[in-house]
């Protein structure tokens, strides 16, 4: 099968396409489970962690050559009878490395229908950003319907999923955004106010949420933390999902006390790796407001899989808004 394949450990010029054998199983981190799901592959999500793979920097990785991609769309070839898939199947599917690759083995608790709404490119974005913005608004961040949210980093992949779900939950969203594109993106997808974060976005959110947001949804980090806690109204919730700005941010928990407010992490793979029934019900819920129109995943650029090294080089030169995709249809094309 044709793959991308990490040579080396220097960035997205190390990814190579070449003829690999097809995997015999899942990704490391699942090697005791016992629900495999075979998919030939249609489409691949691109994010920030396959990027850092790229430079040896993230968390999980294997040892080099192998092939990245931690989510896809595709066709089930086979299942595990316990997975309730059958041949012929579209699923999304999160398969943690493996994914830039014509087929690719993924968990069954990992891997669900794929709404008949959505496109395969869609659907490539669905699981990790979807899934973290329902975890990150309704698990950690408790959020209630009628609250307001404050989105950071909001035309990216998290930030355009987590504006579609806050919206299909009866919130009111601030999208903070850097540009004009990414304000056109946020407002696309369904934000109620959006300002910018090269100025006073604070005050701005403060002003548009009559005096301060219920949460935070933060995927950015950086030097925003006292700016955050002071958007928050009393009894706030600060919700972070990952630090794509690069710095992670250091407080003083007195200012916790301040307006009784809560810094809350939202780790959701560490969290749902052992607790299927956590994803199987989130998914439930996404599919429910796929059904009512909220949850139509932003696909910002596509790529073929000949070119899946320009895919990570977009998202490092910050030009990435929505979700970033290796497009497999696009390379048969071709």
């Not at 087929?103 to 990790?128: C, E, K, R, Y």
């Not at 749902?272 to 029934?277: A, I, N, Q, T």
């Not at 599919?287 to 990570?312: C, H, K, M, Q």
Request: proline letters at 4%; glycine letters at 12%; aromatic letters at 6%.
């Amino acid at each position: 099968m044709k793959a991308l394949q990490l040579m080396d450990l220097g960035g997205p010029s190390s990814l190579v396409l070449q003829d690999v054998d097809e995997p015999t199983g899942m990704d490391a981190l699942f090697a005791d489970r016992d629900d495999p799901v075979v998919i030939d592959v249609t489409a691949a999500g691109v994010a920030f962690p396959e990027l850092l793979q790229t430079y040896g920097k993230y968390q999980h990785s294997a040892a080099v050559p192998f092939v990245p991609g931690g989510e896809v769309a595709g066709i089930v070839r086979s299942a595990a009878e316990s997975t309730g898939l059958r041949r012929g199947d579209r699923v999304s599917a999160f398969t943690q490395s493996g994914g830039f690759a014509e087929v690719v083995v993924a968990p069954g608790m990992l891997t669900f229908p794929l709404h008949p709404a959505l496109t395969d490119v869609q659907g490539a974005g669905l699981i990790m950003n979807y899934h973290t913005a329902y975890f990150a608004l309704v698990t950690r961040g408790q959020l209630a319907a009628g609250e307001r949210v404050a989105v950071h980093g909001a035309a990216g992949g998290v930030g355009t999923a987590t504006i579609q779900v806050a919206k299909g939950l009866g919130a009111k969203v601030v999208a903070i955004v850097s540009d004009d594109e990414k304000e056109r993106v946020a407002i696309e997808c369904g934000a109620d106010h959006v300002v910018r974060s090269g100025g006073p976005w604070k005050d701005e959110v403060i002003e548009l949420s009559s005096g301060g947001v219920d949460v935070v949804i933060d995927p950015v980090g950086g030097d925003r933390a006292i700016d955050i806690m002071r958007s928050l109204r009393e009894g706030g919730r600060w919700v972070v999902t990952g630090f794509a700005g690069g710095g992670i941010p250091e407080i003083k928990v007195n200012r916790l006390l301040l307006k009784n407010i809560s810094a809350v992490g939202a780790g959701w793979g560490a969290f749902v790796f052992s607790k299927p029934e956590v994803s199987a019900e989130i998914h439930r819920e996404l599919w429910r407001l796929t059904d009512e129109g909220f949850i139509r995943p932003y696909v910002g650029a596509n790529f073929s899989l000949a070119d899946g090294a320009s895919a990570l080089r977009h998202l490092e030169e910050r030009l990435a808004v929505g979700k970033v995709i290796i497009d497999l249809q696009q390379q048969t094309a071709e």
